[in-house]
């Protein structure tokens, strides 16, 4: 097993004392998306192909600051903040690669991000020293290789929020259309959950979510929110949405049923 995907083990281990209980659907999936980049802006899919590691090609690249860190909206012990990676956006050739991405400047200009003058480009438009690398041993997710939010969820969000928000700010790689208005996915933690009839993922704990959330996104045509994440923090633990790991892969495709179990 690989140092990331040994990281990531814990989400699919079984909760003690459980009972196994009998499938239920609970949704269709009417968005994916991956993220070539990390922090940058991503792709909307039709049908994607999920790994061990999570969606193929999904933050498999990350741009790299020159003390080895990693490009994203916050910053920890692996991460640095670069402001500016959201005007930017990544995207690969066909649904099924997972290859080397093309980062889309702002301008429309594109580069590979293997070629050494996107990190020149990156380093002028973003005014410090950066290197775009693929992943290696450092994971690039933040907490789970597949994230996953409830269309139930979002409509609880707004009802305390008082107007609409936009799934797009949590850039999950899965959205579910599921009914009702509420945090439905707080039960489903050690659950797994069946989507189309290929892939099956484990359900961990929900998704601790950081600043991220509330900066403008301009290539969704989303400015800046700062009572969202204020709101996550008094009503929700400052958690939304749910981490999962893959426990067998396949291709799921907008329209999938979705089955807890």
Not at 188 to 205: K, M, N, S, Y
């Amino acid at each position: 097993m690989s140092t990331i995907r040994r990281l990531y083990s814990c989400l699919c281990e079984d909760i003690p004392g459980r009972a196994a209980p009998p499938p239920l659907p609970v949704g269709q999936v009417v968005e994916l998306a991956r993220y070539p980049v990390k922090s940058m802006g991503g792709e909307r899919l039709t049908r994607a192909r999920f790994t061990a590691d999570g969606v193929a090609g999904d933050r498999g690249w990350a741009v790299y600051t020159a003390d080895g860190g990693i490009g994203s909206g916050k910053t920890t012990r692996r991460f640095r903040r670069i402001d500016g990676l959201l005007t930017l956006r990544a995207r690969l050739e066909t649904p099924e690669d997972g290859e080397v991405p093309l980062v889309v400047l702002p301008d429309g200009r594109e580069h590979r991000a293997d070629d050494p003058a996107a990190g020149q480009v990156l380093s002028t438009l973003l005014d410090r020293s950066l290197h775009l690398r693929r992943q290696s041993s450092v994971p690039h997710h933040d907490e789970a290789p597949v994230h996953l939010v409830t269309t139930a969820a979002v409509r609880k969000l707004e009802q305390l929020l008082g107007e609409g928000v936009d799934v797009a700010r949590f850039r999950a790689n899965i959205v579910l259309e599921t009914e009702g208005a509420d945090f439905i996915e707080d039960d489903w933690h050690g659950r797994h959950l069946t989507i189309g009839d290929q892939v099956e993922l484990c359900l961990g704990p929900g998704m601790p979510r950081c600043v991220m959330v509330g900066m403008p996104q301009p290539r969704d045509g989303l400015g800046a929110d700062a009572q969202l994440l204020k709101l996550l923090g008094h009503a929700h633990q400052v958690r939304f949405g749910l981490q999962a790991g893959v426990v067998r892969g396949g291709t799921v495709q907008r329209g999938d049923l979705a089955v807890l179990f």
